[in-house]
């Protein structure tokens, strides 16, 4: 049940743009991105409710594709802050609502 | 606005011990899970509270329990811990407990075990 995240790592220079995928095995409800710093809690970042809707949030935007059972998390001109690890959590939507997340995908930007 | 704080920060203990991790939620949130992040692992959902009771539960054995109280904060209680209990437990408020809503993490507790 746990989806996936690809790629597992990615080094950026500043500027450059990233795109981080999910990706689950079963249908979803909804997907939540958080961004996790070394030795700090996850920090939300934004929920996709099923609907194919894009959100944003700075320069981070999301895409989530129901059918596809996919979401994306775009990162634009990316900052020495975005360094850190995103997870992808998925919610099916039966039997209630737990978060299950995916095992992260560590980004780095150097200057 | 007092965020989500959990309590200890740290703690060491024996296999076999027992051990009880505490956490108050964000102010105006009722709803409260409990993740293992183990190093270089996502977090791993253990369960969830909501009314005083667990409403959704992960795969863990029930060596793990857990607790909410009338004023929303809650306790996680390991029993006979075991070397790979050894992880980061956090704990992670919302208010409601439905999909559309942000959970707002503690920095958690590490717990190691000898």
């Known amino acids: 049940q746990q989806p996936v995240q690809s790629p597992q790592a990615v080094i950026l220079r500043e500027g450059e743009d990233a795109v981080i995928n999910c990706s689950s095995s079963k249908a979803l409800y909804s997907v939540h991105w958080y961004r996790q710093k070394h030795g700090e809690a996850p920090v939300f970042l934004m929920i996709?409710?099923?609907?194919?809707e894009q959100k944003g949030h700075d320069k981070i935007s999301a895409s989530f594709n129901e059918k596809k059972q996919q979401s994306s998390l775009y990162l634009t001109a990316s900052q020495l802050s975005y360094s850190g690890t995103y997870f992808c959590?998925?919610?099916?939507?039966?039997?209630?609502?737990?978060?299950?997340f995916g095992a992260g995908t560590r980004l780095f930007v150097k200057a | 606005d007092a965020g989500v704080t959990q309590s200890p920060t740290h703690l060491i203990k024996t296999r076999g011990q027992q051990v009880t991790l505490r956490c108050s939620p964000k102010s105006g949130h009722d709803t409260v899970s409990w993740y293992q992040q183990a190093l270089g692992q996502g977090p791993q959902f253990i369960f969830q509270y909501y009314e005083e009771e667990e409403r959704q539960r992960g795969n863990f054995p029930d060596r793990f329990s857990g607790h909410q109280f009338p004023n929303y904060s809650s306790e996680l209680n390991v029993n006979a811990l075991l070397l790979g209990d050894s992880a980061l437990y956090l704990c992670?408020?919302?208010?409601?407990?439905?999909?559309?809503?942000?959970?707002?993490f503690g920095d958690g507790t590490r717990l190691s075990i000898l």
């Open positions: 992670a408020s919302s208010h409601r407990r439905t999909s559309n809503q942000p959970q707002h």
């Open positions: 959590g998925t919610e099916m939507g039966t039997g209630g609502f737990k978060t299950i």
């Open positions: 996709l409710l099923k609907g194919g």
